[in-house]
């Protein structure tokens, strides 16, 4: 079944919040980002740069947003609310070699601090999750090993860690010299 275009996430019908703060609230929209986010999607990955002590090495510019994150590279799914891009999930396609598996692999999911808690990020978890099942596939994703709310918050979606991997970057002069 296809996924629909957009996602209402509506927070009476978050579990995570107690009923006292649901009554008056708007509903969120996920949907696939479009070109013209482009300035919304550098804004809020720079916010997850901060978050993250990452932003020395910030980069993203509107027009690499636009040449690469709307399926030639990878994906990206906003959440609004109103008018205002509240978070982010940018993820790509992988695959698993060994059990010939296609996998979602999400290589940003961030939430504005003041949205945090209302089901934002497991509705953006839920949406991926819904993408990786209809290619009979599975999902990965990385996070930061002292980002303890974070973990606790993936370990509630029955999320396994995965300690025996270690991650292998090559870029600048090794890249090079490895390429010659």
Do not use: H
Request: charged residues 20%.
């Amino acid at each position: 079944m296809p996924l629909p275009s957009v996602t209402v996430v509506n927070r009476l019908s978050s579990l995570l919040l107690p009923p006292t703060l649901w009554w008056g609230m708007s509903d969120f929209v996920i949907r696939a980002a479009q070109p013209s986010d482009a300035a919304a999607i550098v804004a809020l990955l720079k916010e997850l740069a901060a978050y993250e002590k990452l932003l020395d090495y910030f980069s993203l510019t509107e027009e690499q947003v636009v040449r690469d994150m709307f399926g030639a590279t990878c994906y990206c799914e906003l959440a609004f609310l109103g008018d205002e891009a509240v978070g982010i999930a940018a993820w790509f396609w992988t695959y698993k070699s060994f059990r010939a598996l296609k996998n979602l692999y999400v290589e940003d999911l961030y939430v504005k601090p003041a949205f945090r808690g209302q089901g934002l990020g497991r509705q953006f978890l839920g949406r991926l999750a819904r993408k990786a099942l209809e290619v009979q596939g599975a999902m990965e994703w990385r996070v930061l090993d002292w980002n303890v709310p974070a973990i606790d918050f993936y370990k509630s979606l029955g999320v396994r860690l995965v300690p025996e991997w270690v991650d292998c970057r090559l870029e600048g002069l090794a890249l090079e010299r490895l390429a010659t």
